[in-house]
């Protein structure tokens, strides 16, 4: 498993608390894996998800520091968003 996947999880988990995320997302991060999240918290695994994104590794990584908002990346054509957008539009609650 990549630095970057790790590292995704690690700042997933932190920004999600104990509290989970009610639903199912799969990020996938170009070259490098996915990384699940749902009510028991982020792991690196590929399964099937309600909603997936897609990005480089960059740009999650911005946007998992707080420097880049989910939204903008999303409207700027560097977050790709495939299924459910209600359930993006919860993530960007996550991710923020």
Do not use: C, W, Y
């Amino acid at each position: 498993m990549s630095d970057k996947i790790n590292a995704a999880v690690t700042a997933l988990n932190a920004k999600m608390g104990d509290d989970g995320f009610d639903g199912t997302a799969k990020f996938v991060i170009e070259g490098e894996g996915t990384v699940m999240i749902d009510s028991e918290g982020a792991r690196a695994a590929d399964e099937d998800a309600e909603v997936t994104l897609t990005a480089d590794a960059d740009t999650f990584g911005s946007i998992l520091q707080g420097d880049l908002d989910p939204t903008a990346a999303f409207m700027s054509g560097r977050l790709g968003v495939d299924g459910d957008m209600s359930l993006a539009m919860k993530l960007g609650s996550v991710l923020a």
